[in-house]
């Protein structure tokens, strides 16, 4: 299914994903040393529920997951780079965190992650990782606008990937969102110009470049749901929700300090 949302649909769009933006601003400051994932589970959950909005996650159940997922955000830790269930484990320093969090609020979802490190070991190599997949998450909105096509964004998304050295894993990617999370397009991360569906305004897109340092194969962990790289080595991933509109691309997840 593809949505193409009416004014009154977008602006209940534009407050979802500030919505989602201000609590992944507000989780990120708060980590620290010795942070338990399931106490970010609980702010997550305490924060969404003050809003009056629903979280995507908690019944979500989809074919290759075990189960609902049961939670609210989801929080992958060093090797882990996609759906991570949060668990009884505190973070130390130089951990890379990825905060992926998708949230509906009247009727219409949103969808951003973002990466970090914890604490003051920031190495090279995980300074490296959270830079390419924002860059690439950059370019692939700068090729996002109305005529273009889904290609054009995969294409701009994998050319920085692959510049840096990446190699670029296509079993997950971008995708619609609207009234659910998961819509159809599919947006991969790597792809060829000029293919795929035509942007329309009104079409929300989840743009979501995600890397491993040196390896392109996932591996599902015994919890039926934490993707991490079959190597053990680490990963990153950058993610925001937008919007095509008649002159371009409206981010709709920008936390307020940096919303123009």
């Known amino acids: 299914m593809i949505e193409?949302?009416?004014?009154?649909?977008?602006?209940?769009?534009?407050?979802?994903?500030?919505?989602?933006?201000d609590i992944l601003q507000t989780v990120k400051s708060r980590t620290e040393v010795g942070t338990n994932l399931l106490e970010i589970d609980q702010w997550t959950k305490a924060m969404i529920v003050e809003a009056g909005a629903?979280?995507?996650y908690v019944d979500y159940a989809p074919s290759f997951g075990r189960?609902?997922?049961g939670h609210y955000i989801c929080t992958s830790v060093n090797d882990a780079v996609l759906?991570?269930?949060?668990?009884?484990?505190?973070?130390a320093?130089?951990?890379?965190?990825?905060l992926d969090l998708a949230v509906s609020l009247g009727g219409v979802a949103a969808d951003s992650a973002v990466s970090f490190v914890v604490g003051e070991s920031k190495s090279p190599e995980s300074a490296a990782l959270i830079d390419t997949t924002e860059r690439a998450l950059r370019a692939g909105i700068a090729a996002a606008g109305p005529g273009a096509r889904t290609g054009d964004?995969?294409?701009?998304?994998?050319?920085?990937l692959r510049e840096a050295g990446y190699s670029i894993n296509t079993d997950f990617g971008g995708h619609g969102i609207g009234s659910?999370?998961?819509q159809d397009p599919h947006v991969s991360n790597t792809g060829r110009p000029g293919r795929g569906y035509k942007l329309r305004p009104g079409l929300l897109l989840a743009l979501e470049p995600w890397i491993m340092e040196d390896t392109a194969e996932l591996v599902t962990d015994a919890d039926g749901w934490t993707l991490?790289?079959?190597?053990?080595?680490?990963?990153?991933?950058?993610?925001?929700t937008i919007a095509i509109t008649e002159d371009g691309a409206e981010i709709l997840t920008l936390p307020k300090r940096t919303r123009p």
């Open 4 to 21: 193409i949302l009416n004014p009154s649909e977008l602006a209940r769009a534009k407050d979802t994903g500030a919505l989602v933006a």
């Open 54 to 56: 629903e979280s995507c």
């Open 67 to 69: 189960g609902p997922f």
């Open 83 to 91: 759906h991570g269930l949060p668990y009884d484990y505190a973070l």
């Open 93 to 98: 320093d130089g951990d890379l965190l990825s």
């Open 153 to 160: 964004i995969s294409h701009a998304i994998g050319s920085v």
């Open 180 to 182: 659910t999370m998961h």
């Open 228 to 240: 991490r790289s079959a190597t053990g080595c680490r990963t990153a991933h950058s993610e925001h």
